[in-house]
């Protein structure tokens, strides 16, 4: 009996639907950005700040993933974004054929850049491809600078880092200096920015960031 | 093929062990909790205080769980605890024979308390019994006040919530309030700490339960 192969199957599984959803959006042009972080690092709210920051540039589209509740949604529709919700009931991340069910409702006609927010959880998320261009992991300065050294896994298979919340840095004991030095140790081509989407320090450099990177200029 | 009933036969696996260690721990006359959180929240500072804030009134051990490193184990020592790690390489939670392996390289003699600090996390560990007494969870002021309601199931399985980083409330969007009702619409008998781990706000109160707690007297 075939048991020990059956997390492999899964996973070639899910591979093969997202490189069909990959391709789907490539010839639609559609550039894919699956977003990771602990709870309560700032997915939304960097969303947000980002719709708010692209608006009248390029038409933004999100898939929110969450365990219960469609709170994310809901605010990412009051900014301004097309957006469908996946619950997973208790499931620790997304998976490929989840986000090809949230296409089928929702709108891309004229979208050029599409955020998947996954699941809340440094672990899990980091071993479902998505059918995402890019992964993005955000940290947060108040969660500790050791993050990158303590889940290696979701450092190495990003391409961007966003720590968020450098506001609050005067009042934590965090070293920038340190998370970058650990993260690159891990990845020596992670790109890193710096933001706090409560003042909005170093939200330009990002979306100025993202335009270049829907228009292939990066 | 029964392949469906594999989840099932491996967390009855695990109960099956965690069931025997609780017995061991039990009859050793040592309490034991089981303390899980979003990476960051403050699980390795909240025991170093309380391993202070206990010195000389109770024995206590520590079982580290992380996914990489050794750190947080050499903080705990450094705290003076009797201390063992787990690396789980990649697991994103701790299982009971994961336990039941470092106790056999921890000196229980004297021991009246046993923490046992699962993996960042607000997901899987909710899935898996470790022979504890009670499981804590620690939310933080930095993560945003709907944890509870967008990670239901941790907050339904703990008995215990510990609200951190009470210091850096002026300067986050978080209601104590909000949080208190969303966790007790979920888990009404939910017992709840408010503690700064920085300033030391609260943990004298939280110290107090937990001496009681381990003599019978809560």
Redesign the interface.
């Given at each position: 009996?075939p048991?020990i192969t059956?997390a492999q199957n899964i996973l070639a599984a899910n591979d093969t639907i997202a490189q069909d959803m990959h391709q789907v959006l490539t010839t639609r042009g559609i550039r894919t950005i699956n977003m990771m972080s602990?709870?309560?690092?700032g997915k939304t709210t960097l969303l947000e700040r980002t719709i708010e920051g692209l608006r009248g540039q390029l038409e933004v589209g999100v898939i929110e993933g969450?365990?219960?509740?469609g709170?994310d949604a809901e605010r990412i529709e009051a900014a301004g974004a097309e957006t469908v919700q996946i619950n997973t009931r208790?499931a620790?991340h997304l998976e490929a054929h989840m986000v090809r069910d949230a296409l089928k409702e929702i709108n891309l006609t004229g979208m050029r850049l599409l955020f998947i927010e996954n699941?809340?959880?440094?672990?899990?998320p980091a071993a479902w491809d998505l059918g995402e261009d890019i992964r993005i992991v955000i940290a947060?300065t108040?969660?500790?600078d050791?993050?990158p050294?303590?889940?290696?896994?979701m450092f190495a298979i990003s391409q961007i880092m966003v720590v968020n919340?450098i506001?609050?840095l005067p009042?934590?004991d965090y070293s920038l200096e340190k998370v970058r030095r650990q993260a690159l140790a891990i990845n020596p081509n992670l790109r890193i920015f710096e933001v706090s989407c409560r003042t909005g320090e170093g939200l330009d450099v990002w979306c100025e960031w993202l335009s270049a990177f829907v228009h292939g200029t990066t």
């Open positions: 009996m048991k059956i602990s709870p309560g690092a969450d365990i219960e509740t709170n208790g620790c699941i809340g959880n440094l672990v899990c947060s108040t969660e500790g050791d993050k050294a303590k889940y290696p896994q919340k506001d609050l009042y934590v």
